[in-house]
Nanobody, 126 residues
Framework: VQLQASGGGLAQAGGSLQLSCTAS????????MGWYRQAPGKDRDLVAVMTDSGTTNYADSVKGRFTISTENAKNTVFLQMNSLKPEDTAVYYC?????????????????????WGQGTQVTVSS
């Protein structure tokens, strides 16, 4: 699976951005699609994930503000980011992989994803 992410940029606090990630290749093998982010000096961490059954999970820090969704039979995954905060500033990565558990701790493990997009920068100014 090859992933191409887009949609990052600069936003003001309280504003919105939408990220997109389009998958190509053996997309039938995708059982979960997630968005991670990595801020300078911090570890990469899961922001949101959607499974092939439609289940979604979010990090506490983005609940109620971010929404993950898919389109075209899992070909594209979106991350709608509303009410942005300066602490949302990071490089955002999309990732896909199989699913052998439905626990959030499993979804957070980056080693459960086998394909990664190139990353897109999101900068939120105060």
């Amino acid at each position: 699976v090859q992933l191409q992410a887009s949609g990052g940029g600069l936003a003001q606090a309280g504003g919105s951005l939408q990220l997109s990630c389009t998958a190509s290749g053996t997309i039938f093998s995708i059982n979960k699609m997630g968005w991670y982010r990595q801020a300078p000096g911090k570890d990469r961490d899961l922001v949101a994930v959607m499974t092939d059954s439609g289940t979604t999970n979010y990090a506490d820090s983005v609940k109620g503000r971010f929404t993950i969704s898919t389109e075209n039979a899992k070909n594209t995954v979106f991350l709608q980011m509303n009410s942005l905060k300066p602490e949302d500033t990071a490089v955002y990565y999309c990732a896909t992989g199989p699913r052998t558990s439905d626990s959030f701790s499993y979804f957070r493990r980056s080693d459960t994803y086998d394909s990664w997009g190139q990353g897109t920068q999101v900068t939120v100014s105060s």
